[in-house]
């Protein structure tokens, strides 16, 4: 007994890895129709097709256990279809079903899709999305402006679920910036982290290949910055961190926590920082030039301009290298 509890535990733990969040919500969307139509059953209501509620039951059963079943390998189409899916069956329901009862759990769908397309999905497909599920819904008071079977006025039912359905799509899709930026950035500077420079350093290169435009790549390092906190406690050193994190972002045309459009700054660690910048190495190097003239902190750089065909790692292990190579020959800046 207990070799098969433990045998049990095993298979679940096993299951649970298996998941991720996009398969679990997945799953949840058409678990949550399941307890609806489950409860039609069990409640009942004047007309009910009980044959009908049992197809659409076992339907949404199955869309339930396939992203459980894949897992990690639950690909992102299966999941827009699958919603795709549900949204047409709503305007099957809203158009020829005539029950209010029907109609309203059509309805009632719309705020759930709308926070799993905001959530998972990029802008461009999730904006897509909404928009044409606001207009299908809307369209149906064109073919069934008697919808709601005198409950209610039709145009306040769908107002109600539209104003809900945009709030909760707006909704996460602010938690999920805002959890991006905590993720990709670093707190004390807000230059990117480790993270950000991964997400935001292939499509710096990528685009620089499409418009065919120079990429530089600097590393910057203080100088005695022991001396910095020595002399003012650690206080003193985060302002510098923060005061020149924020010249080097505006002087690549940094903007937002996503580093897209101009340049990037990323702290690498501690008191080093790289900077991705769309220029040319020596202009690059004359920026900070004239950035360290006006600093009120010693910093010492490294440039090399990113190589076609080149990673952005691979630069900035190549402007590090000549960041030190500098310093080993006594380079003053």
Not at 141 to 155: A, K
Request: proline share 4%.
């Amino acid at each position: 007994m207990a070799g098969d509890l433990e045998r049990a535990r095993a298979l679940l733990r096993r299951f649970v890895r298996w998941q991720t969040p996009f398969s679990t919500v997945s799953a949840l969307i058409p678990l949550m129709l399941v307890v609806v139509f489950a409860s039609d059953l069990l409640i009942g209501h004047p007309h009910i097709e009980r044959r009908m509620v049992v197809v659409w039951l076992i339907v949404y059963l199955v869309l339930t256990v396939i992203p459980l079943v894949l897992g990690r390998r639950y690909p992102l189409w299966a999941g827009l279809v699958v919603v795709a899916g549900m949204e047409a069956w709503s305007s099957y329901f809203m158009l020829f079903s005539r029950h209010s009862h029907t109609e309203i759990n059509a309805l009632l769908e719309l705020p759930l899709v709308a926070l799993y397309v905001a959530w998972f999905y990029p802008t461009v497909i999730a904006w897509t999305f909404i928009v044409l599920s606001m207009a299908r819904v809307w369209s149906t008071l064109i073919w069934h402006p008697e919808m709601g079977s005198g409950i209610g006025s039709p145009v306040i039912m769908i107002g109600y679920a539209v104003i809900i359905m945009l709030f909760c799509f707006e909704g996460a899709r602010a938690v999920r910036r805002q959890l991006f930026a905590q993720a990709n950035t670093d707190p004390l500077t807000g230059a990117l982290n480790r993270r950000g420079l991964a997400e935001a350093g292939p499509r710096a290169v990528r685009r620089a290949r499409r418009t065919e435009e120079p990429l530089a790549v600097a590393v910057v390092d203080f100088d005695n910055f022991k001396r910095v906190n020595d002399a003012g406690g650690h206080a003193a050193g985060d302002a510098a961190l923060r005061e020149s994190a924020r010249g080097w972002s505006a002087m690549v045309g940094m903007r937002g926590s996503a580093g897209r459009g101009g340049g990037f700054v990323v702290r690498l660690g501690g008191d080093e920082f790289a900077l991705v910048a769309r220029t040319g190495a020596a202009e690059l190097e004359e920026r900070l030039h004239r950035a360290h003239e006006e600093s009120s902190f010693s910093w010492s750089w490294g440039v090399v301009a990113v190589q076609t065909g080149e990673e952005l790692d691979d630069a900035i292990a190549r402007a590090d290298g000549e960041l030190y190579r500098g310093r080993g020959a006594g380079l003053s800046r």
